[in-house]
């Protein structure tokens, strides 16, 4: 351990120590994203050290059965497995369970697991050995990322079969991307000079048992989530003034007799990102604007109260120990229970694609507003609609994007297959709760850069109908400096893929470090 931090003192990279100090979604995230390398620190390996050298007393002295220690896995709990097939045992567990299929997980996500994996192994309820999680640190240290397929797990007997891809390497197996390339695992352990890890008792069932994928998943969702509300909240802004809109709805004493805690807020950020808005300020001719306008601290409150329960529940997830059984030194206990089982972590993924995708819903009709023609605005935003459709057809899009959201908005906790042969009866699919919710969310960015796009264009005609121009707010003006630097203002039709596609990025690249 001394020669890994002294390696990374020499390197000047930031160390993490890896110990049971609680970790925020943030931190996780932000762990993931950078160059900080991890380190067990001592009281973590004392604890993975005494309960492994507990686990092995205990094997050697008891002739109790302990599931998945010494029995088979699943249905076949019953099944006792001699003293000597107990390493085989692990083994064959992780080859057998690699049953992925489908897409890749991002690498992004894989990198997340590994570091989640890593955290829960730490506790010291686990049983495995100190060699198999500093190999786990020794891959995310080298950013050397096993190859994780999306589908295959439940959600409910531990995420078993991507998990099972990630601790595949371990054992010289699988693949991984290493450099950017994709390799089999067995030559990237040999360029290291690594030898692959023999498993111990219950160290394959400690790998693959736990909820790692899904809350990987949910630490990437949740903390984009966040940040693309703020997102949602300030187009709105700039929304609001393009289209002319009454600044009444925002207006702090409708928001405190209701009480609903993202309500006040959402309704603050949109007053602050339009303070010093000379259109805000001038006097409207109309009472009331449609709903996606008036109601969106209503709306967008209700998904701001949403993410931060789902940010709660994520939070406690990730500092959790969900394999299974889990070893008690100081009772003196091997206890097997459910830890494994994915339904707190699915049903806040549901809510989370719900409260993501009621955002793109309220966006895209925004975006509707600022089209058809009225508040003196041109049909579509072109200076000579008919000749020019300007932005009529990223209207489509967006509508495209929020219907498939709703399609993928279908709880998949509510569902549930049996499997194992009845053993396990009753899985939470939180799996597939997670990788909608990934889809969802980065189909709100697209959404939202339909509304950027159109806000900025609308934006222009109304400051121009005023002599001299009126000016919007200093943030949002300062914002539409930079976003036209990336998309110029459009004054006859151009391909308008390029204009939504750089949208998206500006939101995702630029826009972060101006909010």
Known sequence: MKQAEQKN???????????DAPLSVAQVYELAQSNTQLVLSPAATKKIETCRQYLDD????????????NTGF???????????GLEELQRNLLMS???GMGEEVPQEVVKLMLLLKIQSLSYGHSGVQVLTVQRLIDFYNHNILPVVFQQGSLGASGDLAPLSHLALPLLGLGEVYHNGKRKKAKSVLKSFKWKPINLRSKEGLALINGTQFMSAYS?????QAQYLAKVADFITALSVDAYNAHPIPFNPLI????????????AARIRDYLAGSQICQQPKAHVQDPYSFRCVPQVHGASADAIQYVHDVIEREINAVTDNPNVFVDEDLILSGGNFHGQPLAMVLDFLSIALAEIGSIS???TFKLLDGTRDMPFFLAHQPGLHSALMIPQYTAASIVS????LCTPAVIDSITSSNGQEDHVSMGANAATKCYRVLNNLRNILAVELLTATQALHFRKHKAKPPLQSSPLIEQVLTAYRNKVPFIKQDRVLHEDMVKSAAFIKEELRGML
């Open 9 to 19: 003192e020499n390197e000047q990279l930031p160390v993490h120590h890896i110990s």
């Open 58 to 69: 205990k094997i050697a002295h008891s002739d109790a059965a302990f599931y998945g220690i």
């Open 74 to 84: 699943g249905s076949l709990c019953n099944v006792r497995i001699s003293k000597g």
């Open 97 to 99: 369970h690699a049953c």
């Open 219 to 223: 630490v990437w969702c949740t903390h």
């Open 255 to 266: 928001h405190q007799v209701r009480k609903q805690t993202g309500q006040i807020k959402v």
């Open 364 to 366: 895209e009709r925004r």
């Open 404 to 407: 498939q959201n709703k399609q």
